[in-house]
């Protein structure tokens, strides 16, 4: 048996390389793992975009009363993606076999917007929303939730993505509470108190609501939800 003398500077070299192949092992295990994930949400897409699988796995109604009114989900729709965005187009549109209308045709025109469906304003789309984020009154923070192009509309890509919303949240102030206490406390700065703005409400104390004008400035600011709770939260 032979014995083989390593100095300290040899022994760090060979440690470093260890390190460094297991480290490069684990990024390439994770990178496939994202890969698998990407793999398998792309592939739960294109289901949810296939009407005829969304109808097999009962996402579509089967029976409606009227064929134009078969949700977008379930609709197959012919449209031009090279459009110009913006633009109002018409869409020939078909109802899958498995529908049944109790008026109307399985293939008619429908109009629609040359956009995709992240694209699609905010009163056209539903989303996720949290009731757990926090917020500040500088700057509110943002958090991505799923949201879902209403059933009425019809688009470019996938109805279902991804989007960074504001959160919107509450810490039990309420915006009557806020506009009473301004209009009868305001020139001792009980409002400012209540919302917690307390070195305002310490300089309106002491200056008796600025002589009325800074109690009037705020019962206008409250009035217009134009200042609310210091930490940034919406009125009840």
């Not at 949700?71 to 993606?81: A, E, T, V, W």
Request: neutral net charge; proline residues 2%; aromatic residues 12%.
């Amino acid at each position: 048996m032979q014995c083989y003398q390593i100095s300290a500077k040899k022994a760090c070299l060979i440690l470093l390389m260890f390190v460094v192949n297991g480290a490069q092992h684990s990024q390439f295990g994770d990178n496939n793992m994202d890969l698998s994930r990407k793999s398998q949400n792309f592939k739960e897409v294109s289901l949810k975009n296939n009407p005829e699988i969304m109808l097999s796995h009962g996402y579509c109604s089967a029976h409606h009363e009227n064929c134009e009114q078969v949700s977008g989900f379930c609709l197959s729709c012919d449209m031009n993606s090279t459009c110009i965005y913006g633009q109002k187009l018409n869409a020939t549109c078909n109802v899958p076999n498995g529908i049944i209308c109790m008026t109307g045709k399985k293939t008619f025109e429908k109009e629609y917007i040359c956009r995709y469906c992240y694209q699609t304003e905010p009163w056209e789309h539903t989303c996720d929303w949290k009731a757990s984020c926090n917020s500040v009154a500088i700057n509110r923070s943002q958090y991505t939730t799923n949201c879902t192009v209403n059933d009425n509309i019809i688009c470019l890509g996938s109805r279902t993505f991804n989007k960074n919303v504001y959160c919107n949240w509450t810490g039990g102030y309420r915006w009557s509470t806020a506009l009473v206490l301004s209009i009868t406390l305001g020139g001792f700065g009980a409002d400012r108190f209540y919302l917690g703005h307390w070195q305002e409400g310490i300089g309106k104390l002491f200056s008796f609501g600025g002589l009325g004008v800074w109690t009037l400035i705020d019962v206008i600011l409250i009035s217009l939800h134009y200042l609310g709770p210091a930490d940034g939260s919406l009125y009840i």
